[in-house]
């Protein structure tokens, strides 16, 4: 928009220098005739020329300013689509706050008892386990696959987990992580070696 105001201003001011000239030709021409009485050229065919690039400078300022509501008439459009995309952008959000409501009570207990199955092993218990058992098992390995173990049990639905499967799901899983959690009372392994968590008391 900034370009075409400037060809605008400069349309405007090629128009006004043509007039000057058109009107110093004009007066020259009568101060030479009045003087000499005679006057050299063809100021008949200088008169006509200006009046040829007055016509087409005329053209050229209609196609500027036609370019200039055409500039503004897509502008307006972009606001339009803009003040649009801006508003559908507000609904999406205002959905998405709703969406992201406080869940509802039986949510929010079944989240709690979900926080509530997994107590983080303290230094102090895991040092009541023997040395044979744990090994050179590391406190935060062990929290870390009870917090998984926690994790993958609190869908209800699901039922005891081999080794194999907790391998695939990334679980930090070792002999001696598990051999620590059932010393611990916090975990129990069938006879096929699968795994659940035991209730507490």
């Known amino acids: 928009m900034e370009t075409v105001d400037k060809l605008e201003a400069m349309f405007q001011k090629a128009e006004a220098d043509i007039e000057y000239v058109e009107k110093r030709l004009k007066f020259d021409f009568m101060a030479n005739v009045r ?29 500027v300013e036609e370019i200039a509501a055409e500039q ?16 559908l952008v507000q609904q999406l959000q205002n959905t998405a706050d709703v969406q992201a409501m406080p ?11 979900s926080r509530n199955m ?14 044979s058992v744990r090994g050179n098992l590391k406190l935060n390995d062990l929290n870390m696959l009870n917090k998984q173990l926690s994790e993958y ?11 194999q499967r907790m391998k695939k799901l ?14 611990l009372k916090l975990i129990e392994l069938d006879k096929k070696g699968l795994v659940s968590l035991l209730a507490k008391d």
Do not use: W, Y
Not at 41 to 62: F, M
Not at 153 to 160: A, I, L, M, Q, V
Not at 170 to 176: A, G, L, Q, W
């Open 170 to 183: 990334n679980m930090k899983v070792s002999d001696s992580a598990m051999k620590t959690l059932q010393h």
């Open 35 to 63: 003087e000499a009485g005679s006057f050299e050229g063809n100021p008949v065919q200088l008169l006509e020329n200006l009046s040829a690039i007055k016509a087409r400078h005329s053209a050229l300022c209609t196609q």
């Open 118 to 131: 997994h107590e983080e092993v303290s230094e102090g218990t895991f040092e009541t386990v023997p040395r």
């Open 153 to 163: 049990f609190s869908d209800k639905n699901r039922g005891p987990i081999s080794t």
């Open 103 to 113: 869940t509802s009570e039986p949510e929010t207990q079944a989240q709690s008892e």
């Open 72 to 87: 503004k008439r897509s502008m307006d459009s972009i606001r339009a689509h803009l003040d649009t995309t801006v508003q």
